[in-house]
């Protein structure tokens, strides 16, 4: 088991993970999560309109089909503060790739300091003094509908 713990640290190129539900049809979204030092321990959670359709491990990416339109896609932690959520209008036939990547990349080297993990995942400290004052940051996107006031971010990076 050391020895896999030691070879999956060592993992260079990202293994494509299957999607937990992959709605079908001629759009393919593929999502990339950023390797990361204080969240290696916790899957990236992918919802396409509502729909859990990934849990992308540290590093790793997802791939899944989805028909042309508009869609909301959410990405957050389990059991975190906060999400990232956004609606995208997708072109018939074409391929969207998102990179998921920590929303503060300061922070990710930091913030390992800040966390104390506890039974529920209590987040204390400075952690959570950036997710209320994150609060505020996603009461100025409500008229937008969109949300990014998690621990993880997405961009859009090609179409």
Known sequence: MGTSAIL???????QLVSALNNPG???TLTFERQRSVDLAARD????LDGLEVCA???????Q???????????????YTAGMFSHAYLFESGKTYQFKISPRNATADYV???????????????????TQ???AKDSE???????IDDGMLTMSLINN
């Open 140 to 146: 100025l996107k409500k008229d937008s509908g969109d």
């Open 44 to 47: 990236a959670q992918v919802l």
């Open 8 to 14: 999956m640290g060592c993992q260079t190129a990202p």
């Open 132 to 134: 209320a004052n994150s």
């Open 111 to 129: 913030s390992a300091g800040l966390w104390a993990f506890v039974p529920g995942d209590l987040i204390i400290g400075a952690a959570a003094g």
């Open 64 to 78: 899944l089909n989805t028909t042309a339109g508009k869609h909301t896609l959410k990405v957050n932690i389990p």
């Open 56 to 62: 992308i491990p540290n590093g790793d990416k997802c």
């Open 25 to 27: 049809g001629d759009v």
